[in-house]
Structures are given as C-alpha cells and as structure tokens.
C-alpha cells in the first residue's frame, strides 16, 4: 500500500496550510498525522482521520474522504515549520505504512 | 513522566551486528504493543516492525525480514531490536514507538529521543 504525499507546501504567516495525502480507497483507512520538527522526533498531531490528541491546538484538523486525506493548519506561525507524515495501519499486509512527508515552509 | 529511551547505537561495518535497546518509563511496557521505525539520513520515516503485547507475534518491513529481530522483555520494562547481515542503507536514526492501547488504526502516541546506527566500512 503507497501513501502520496506532495513534497513541499509554501504559506504565509496567518494563512491556511492544506497538506495533502493520496492513497487508493484511503477512506476506508484510518489516518494519522505526525508532525516532526528539524532534529526532534515525530508527535501524533492527528489520529483516526480527525482525532487531535491532548494538547494540540485545534487550528490543525484534518478530514479523510475517497482515495484522499487531509490535513489543515490555519493561523499558520513560524513554529509549525516542519515535516508532516501521514500514516496508515494496511490490514491486508500487517504492516505500517508511513507517507512520503511533506515539508512545510512558512514564507 | 512518560518515556521511551533508545540504546546501543553505533558504527557498524557492513555484514555486521547490533542489538538495539528501548527503554520504558513511566507507564507498564506489558499493556502497549510496540513498534520499531527507522529514519535514513534526510529521508522520512520507514515502519520497521511490531511486536505484540506477549512477544510471540511479530511483523517486519520487507526491507529487513529475515536480517531483523524484535523482542521484548516485559518484566524490565524493555524492548529490543537485533540487527543482523547489516548493510549501508540500514544506516539511519532508530525510533521506537508505543502503539496506543486498544485502537485498529495504530497510531504512535509516544516516541524515544531515537538511537544512531550507521553501518560503513
């Protein structure tokens, strides 16, 4: 099973930062989000599609429908630079699959 | 405080060996299943393996079955991973990850600071 994500998103302070993640039927799958900061290790931002974990601010959220999930921050700030993964369990395999990630630069 | 703490990392020339080791803290090792994953230099993250809460049903990524090992010794609240037959891209920073108890989807609630392993001659 291969999750796509886009390489790069670019936004500016105060906007919306839309990261995507593709996979085939990926509804049907529940999708986590992690957000890794340079030199740190990875923290669950987002589990089952769109469950924030204690502590995460709710401008990130995120939605999961046909072969594509989602994940939104808004009030973007200089903070949440960093590299986001989204993250399946494929029943099918037994495995976890991971994302490709997607770096997110704020201009 | 809740923590994992990775262990035994180093510089390995390759066809050698490791035995890497994950420390819990804070919480009852014997109630997560846990999962091993894998960072290459400036790559993302690769799912290495799972191991239930028993020991005795394991998981691997096709990239290191067979050469890989993970086991678990509940009563000192630790977790380990062998690396055998290593080779230069095995290089990277090792995590392990605690598995949020009684959930289908796996999310990885709570991660080690990661352990080192660069194999080269």
């Known amino acids: 099973y291969v999750l796509t994500q886009p390489p790069t998103v670019t936004v500016a302070p105060g906007k919306t930062a839309t990261i995507t993640c593709g996979g085939d039927?990926?509804?049907?799958?529940?999708v986590q989000w992690y957000q890794q900061k340079a030199g740190q290790a990875p923290v669950l931002v987002i589990s089952n599609d769109k469950d924030r974990p204690s502590g995460i601010p709710e401008r990130i959220s995120a939605s999961n429908s046909g072969n594509t999930a989602t994940l939104s921050i808004s009030g973007v700030e200089a903070g949440d630079e960093a590299d986001y993964y989204c993250?399946?369990?494929?029943?099918?395999?037994?495995?976890?699959?991971f994302g490709g990630g997607t770096k997110l630069t704020v201009l | 405080d809740v923590q994992l703490v990775e262990s035994g990392g180093d510089l390995v020339q390759p066809g050698g060996s490791l035995r890497l080791s994950c420390a819990a803290s804070?919480?009852?090792?014997?109630?997560?299943?846990m999962h091993w994953v894998r960072q290459a230099p400036g790559k993302g993250l690769e799912w290495i393996g799972h191991?239930?809460?028993?020991?005795?049903?394991?998981h691997y990524a096709h990239s290191v079955e067979g050469r890989f090992s993970i086991s678990r010794d509940n009563a000192k609240n630790s977790l380990f991973l062998q690396l055998n037959s290593l080779r230069a891209e095995d290089t990277g920073l090792y995590y392990c990850?605690?598995?949020?108890?009684?959930?289908?989807?796996?999310?990885?609630?709570?991660w080690g600071p990661g352990t080192v392993v660069v194999v080269s001659s």
């Open positions: 039927d990926l509804e049907s799958n529940s």
């Open positions: 990850a605690r598995e949020i108890a009684s959930t289908y989807y796996v999310p990885f609630d709570i």
């Open positions: 804070g919480f009852i090792l014997s109630a997560y299943e």
């Open positions: 993250q399946v369990w494929d029943s099918g395999s037994d495995h976890v699959v």
């Open positions: 191991i239930n809460l028993g020991g005795d049903i394991v």
